[in-house]
Nanobody, 123 residues
Framework: QVQLAESGGGLVQSGGSLRLSCAAS????????MGWYRQAPGKKRELVAV???????NYADSVKGRFAISKNNAKNTVYLQMNSLKPEDTAVYYC?????????????????WGQGTQVTVSS
């Protein structure tokens, strides 16, 4: 019902920058929030940044001042600009969306995830 297409991962040197994009498509009534989580090998998935429909944002302490989340409502797309990358930022980054969809004349709210994009920061 909702698909999230991620792009922008890759390999970068420490101190470099990357920009992730995630576009939502499908039977979308409204997008309540979109964001990014990440999971490093052997660790739990953690919140990186989220932006709500009201444009409020929340960041993990570890990325504050280095990462910036933004969105384009017309394109149902969220972006994550990652600057001053560190080796500890290496992880699979997953796009997340809290979406209300229309099903048989009613609305349902649910969480959706992308397949993940690898970000590797070399020292």
């Amino acid at each position: 019902q909702v698909q999230l297409a991620e792009s922008g991962g890759g390999l970068v040197q420490s101190g470099g920058s990357l920009r992730l994009s995630c576009a939502a498509s499908g039977s979308i009534f409204s997008i309540n929030a979109m964001g990014w989580y990440r999971q490093a090998p052997g660790k739990k998935r953690e919140l990186v940044a989220v932006i709500t429909s009201g444009v409020s944002t929340n960041y993990a302490d570890s990325v504050k001042g280095r990462f910036a989340i933004s969105k384009n409502n017309a394109k149902n797309t969220v972006y994550l600009q990652m600057n001053s990358l560190k080796p500890e930022d290496t992880a699979v980054y997953y796009c997340y969306a809290d979406v209300t969809i229309v099903v048989l004349s009613t609305t349902l709210e649910g969480d959706y995830w992308g397949q993940g994009t690898q970000v590797t920061v070399s020292s």
